[in-house]
Antibody, heavy 121, light 106 residues
């Protein structure tokens, strides 16, 4: 059974940093690109970042470019996102998501339960 | 960046109704379009991929169509469990933009 388990969400002050993790199991993690998708309270889904299966290529939404860094450790079956210079508007539930087909870009057939990041003073 | 626009934003219908949601892309995404269903407090669920392919386990009352810049999600006979918000997503590139969502009320 595919499982994605996010962790690391917390309350952080504007300008602060946070690292989220997503532990994956039930599939060959190293074959699949992964993404982070967020959802601000009461709002829609926003794609945040993606990393290829090998970790060689990374992609970011303009809203987080230069502030967030996505990475993965295929030996630990874990996806990460390092978030810095956090803003109030980064407040959201952050989901990790697995692509449906190996080496594809999307869509996402499995999602984690989400972890809440709150940016507030 | 490719922008995705859904209509309507909210839809009220009755059990058994045929419901259609539209998604328009600001430029062609070929057939690289997916539809998701999200219920409150839950992660999204994949319904349709490549514009018209039904994900395994999804009821056959859901269907998708379209290509290029205009796409539709149809629920042929609305059921109480279909009350949710529906999102389209283009994946023509790694930046998989979502539409703003359509809330379906029953």
């Amino acid at each position: 059974e595919v499982q994605l388990l996010e962790s690391g969400g917390d309350l952080v002050q504007p300008g602060g940093s946070l690292r989220l993790s997503c532990a994956a199991s039930g599939f060959t993690f190293s074959n699949y690109a992964m993404s982070w998708v967020r959802q601000a309270p009461g709002k829609g889904l926003e794609w945040v970042s993606a990393v290829t299966a090998s970790g060689s290529y990374t992609y970011y939404a303009d809203s987080v470019k230069g502030r967030f860094t996505i990475s993965r450790d295929n030996s630990k079956n874990t996806l990460y996102v390092q978030m810095s210079s956090l803003r109030v508007e980064d407040t959201a539930v952050y989901y990790c998501a697995k692509v449906r087909v190996p080496f594809s870009t999307a869509p996402f057939d499995y999602w984690g339960q989400g972890t809440l990041v709150t940016v507030s003073s | 960046d490719i922008q995705m626009t859904q209509s309507p934003s909210t839809l009220s219908a009755s059990v058994g109704d045929r419901v259609t949601i539209t998604c328009r892309a600001s430029q062609s995404v070929s057939s690289w379009l997916a539809w998701y269903q999200q219920k409150p407090g839950k992660a999204p669920k994949l319904l349709i991929y490549e514009a018209s392919n039904l994900e395994s386990g999804v009821p056959s009352r859901f269907s998708g169509s379209g290509s290029g810049t205009e796409f539709t999600l149809t629920i042929s006979s609305l059921q109480p469990d279909d009350s949710a918000t529906y999102y389209c997503q283009q994946y023509n590139s790694y930046s998989g933009t979502f539409g703003q969502g359509t809330k379906v009320e029953i």
